[in-house]
């Protein structure tokens, strides 16, 4: 067994290297090796017994024309427009992703954030900001701020109590630091990330994100809400009103409260008298609600303690009034499989993903053997001014900027490099300390230098994205050439079609069809008078002419249709019920005297149909044999040679 399996790897491994080497399909001078074909095979085909040299022998067919059409939009020149060149590297770019990325961290995420979903987190925290101007001292400060307010808390000291006393987020003088009920994707991820990891009833230790230091308690963690979607009705309390004016307002909802208790329609008491007329119209329908989404804390907490549909809230007070609030609808957490995907696109280019590209960029600088040269950057930064922040900073030309900054991988980046970097994205943005400045910008540009390269040799590090992208560049050359040569020609040439359709008609019949007519009639005797005229193959309309003579309703055509056989129901139960013979020319008058109805139904044979009557499908037809002729055309036209030698050697 181990024989055959070291036997079989070795053969796989000779075609291997016999694909890259020997041209399988020449077209002219274009050269098409082998394992270009048996990528595009093997998509196609996932049968594993289907690797004979006759399948693949009928498979070149199928690939030699698809290779020439490509061949011939490349002779055209349709590679070197603007517009084939920016939808290719829009598509190399973002095929480029997934290998830039960790797949397994991205994955984890993406689980970490389902799993987050599964929990709403009551939270307070405590804000020592960072500002805009950021130095060291300034980051210095604001840590042993917070690290005080830390040294605290574990000696015992109240959190709500230390929040008021020190907290610089605004909110904390009306919550005390507490900021309700938070889940994932409501706050940015460092926060999030320490509000999920945290105990209830614990605080964490000091944490940094884009506002500056935190500590966070949490209080409360619970089973997640969901989307709650609800309707209210408000009645508005204007700033400034006097106590007796509230008063009168609150006796208002009250009273619409106990309307509701004894069992009025919430919807149509919200129309009649909710303040909040851009609602009220709508029975007081405000829409989803979520945790930690857009609504204030106070009817936030009120809706989430509903329970079931239906149920109706005491009244409730906010900044804004007072208001009563029922429960619509209920839509809890979805199964994974049914969102992971939208999770993955909430999260790309967002903070979480950066633990991806991170990893990425660890393995990069050791398999590249990244080196940077601090001392190098550290004698940049002497030329860099405070200018640098109003983006006007340049250096001097005469000064050298030759010392190297960067190396991996044989490749040299240097302080004018670095340079060219920086001016490249400089603009006008707050002061802060220039060392920290440039020691982050040059973070930047290493990575930035490292991906970069990195993705310009995808295609010769990954046969996959060669092969993926070779597909979307033939892919997209293919699909503006047939357009013009196939499926628009098809549709805009009127003529050809025409012309088409008329050598073709007989291809296009009509079977065995039934004009039907059902006429009303007044009577009986009307019914029968029509019916003898209708016999005698009269003309319908001078039938009916003297029949309506003095009574235009006398007679009235109800229903007139055409159909074939087996087509309706309709159609089938007259032909059945009254044996109507498949008998060209055939006609035959049916009275109904309950309704005093007359049916005349005459046979067409089968015919042709016209353009317009099956132009859908004869422009299908056309489009089959434009392609037919343009396939003769590019084979006449180019030198095609199928070299049978090495596609016998990659069969087995």
């Known amino acids: 067994?181990?024989?055959?399996?070291?036997?079989?790897?070795?053969?796989?491994?000779?075609?291997?290297?016999?694909?890259?080497?020997?041209?399988?399909?020449?077209?002219?001078?274009?050269?098409?090796?082998?394992?270009?074909?048996?990528?595009?095979?093997?998509?196609?085909?996932?049968?594993?017994?289907?690797?004979?040299?006759?399948?693949?022998?009928?498979?070149?067919?199928?690939?030699?024309?698809?290779?020439?059409?490509?061949?011939?939009?490349?002779?055209?020149?349709?590679?070197?427009?603007?517009?084939?060149?920016?939808?290719?590297?829009?598509?190399?770019?973002?095929?480029?992703?997934?290998?830039?990325n960790d797949q397994k961290i991205e994955e984890d995420i993406v689980k970490e954030a389902y799993d987050r979903m599964q929990y709403d987190v009551e939270v307070s925290h405590i804000l020592i900001k960072l500002p805009k101007n950021l130095t060291p001292e300034d980051t210095l400060k604001a840590y042993e701020k917070i690290n005080e307010v830390y040294e605290k808390l574990k000696k015992g000291e109240d959190f709500e109590k230390l929040a008021e006393e020190y907290s610089e987020d605004e909110s904390v003088v009306v919550n005390g630091g507490n900021i309700g009920y938070r889940t994932v994707f409501g706050l940015v991820y460092e926060f999030e990330t320490e509000m999920y990891n945290t105990p209830v009833g614990k605080f964490s230790k000091p944490f940094r994100t884009g506002y500056g230091y935190h500590v966070l308690k949490v209080t409360d963690k619970r089973p997640a809400k969901g989307k709650y979607k609800v309707a209210h009705i408000m009645k508005v309390v204007p700033p400034g009103l006097s106590s007796g004016s509230v008063k009168e307002i609150k006796d208002k909802i009250i009273k619409i409260e106990e309307r509701l208790k004894n069992g009025e329609d919430f919807a149509k008491v919200a129309e009649e008298v909710s303040d909040d007329r851009k609602t009220a119209a709508k029975g007081g329908e405000l829409g989803w609600i979520s945790v930690g989404g857009r609504m204030i804390k106070e009817f936030e907490e009120a809706t989430f303690k509903l329970n079931n549909v239906g149920d109706i809230s005491p009244i409730i007070e906010t900044g804004y009034g007072y208001h009563i609030i029922k429960l619509l609808e209920i839509e809890p957490i979805k199964p994974f499989d049914e969102i992971k995907n939208n999770i993955k696109s909430q999260i790309t280019n967002t903070a979480r993903t950066s633990k991806s590209r991170e990893a990425v960029l660890a393995r990069l600088k050791e398999e590249y053997n990244l080196i940077t040269y601090p001392e190098n950057v550290s004698d940049f930064t002497k030329y860099v001014t405070d200018s640098i922040f109003e983006g006007t900073w340049k250096i001097e030309e005469n000064i050298d900027l030759t010392k190297v900054v960067l190396t991996f991988n044989n490749l040299s980046y240097t302080q004018n490099d670095f340079y060219n970097y920086i001016i490249k994205f400089n603009r006008k943005q707050p002061v802060q300390d220039i060392t920290m400045y440039v020691n982050n910008a040059f973070g930047n540009f290493a990575n930035k230098m490292l991906i970069g390269y990195e993705e310009e040799i995808l295609e010769d590090k990954y046969p996959d994205f060669k092969y993926l992208l070779k597909e979307y560049h033939d892919g997209i050359l293919l699909f503006e050439l047939t357009d013009k040569m196939v499926w628009t020609k098809a549709v805009k040439d009127t003529t050809g079609l025409a012309s088409f359709h008329n050598e073709n008609k007989n291809n296009y019949m009509w079977n065995y069809r039934y004009d039907v007519k059902v006429y009303k009639t007044k009577d009986n005797k009307t019914a029968n008078a029509l019916a003898k005229s209708l016999n005698k193959g009269q003309n319908s309309e001078i039938i009916l002419a003297k029949l309506n003579k003095k009574d235009p309703e006398n007679v009235i055509l109800e229903e007139s249709y055409l159909n074939e056989k087996n087509v309706t129901l309709k159609v089938d139960q007259l032909i059945r019920e009254n044996s109507i013979p498949e008998k060209e020319n055939y006609s035959q008058t049916i009275i109904d005297p309950e309704n005093n109805n007359v049916t005349l139904i005459k046979v067409i044979g089968p015919q042709p149909k016209t353009?317009?009557?099956?132009?859908?499908?004869?422009?299908?037809?056309?489009?089959?044999?434009?392609?037919?002729?343009?396939?003769?055309?590019?084979?006449?036209?180019?030198?095609?040679?199928?070299?049978?030698?090495?596609?016998?050697?990659?069969?087995?």
């Not at 595009?40 to 040299?53: E, G, L, V």
Request: charged fraction near 30%; include cysteine; charge should be negative.
């Open 611 to 652: 353009l317009n009557e099956a132009r859908g499908i004869i422009t299908a037809d056309y489009q089959n044999y434009l392609e037919k002729e343009w396939i003769k055309y590019l084979r006449e036209k180019y030198k095609i040679i199928v070299h049978d030698d090495v596609l016998r050697q990659i069969a087995r």
């Open 1 to 100: 067994m181990k024989k055959t399996i070291i036997t079989l790897l070795a053969i796989l491994f000779v075609v291997a290297i016999f694909a890259q080497e020997k041209a399988l399909l020449e077209i002219d001078d274009e050269k098409i090796y082998a394992d270009e074909f048996l990528h595009i095979y093997r998509k196609n085909n996932t049968d594993a017994n289907a690797m004979n040299y006759d399948a693949l022998k009928d498979y070149m067919d199928l690939f030699c024309n698809f290779k020439l059409k490509v061949h011939e939009a490349v002779e055209l020149g349709l590679d070197t427009s603007s517009s084939f060149k920016n939808e290719l590297y829009g598509y190399r770019s973002q095929l480029a992703q997934p290998y830039l």
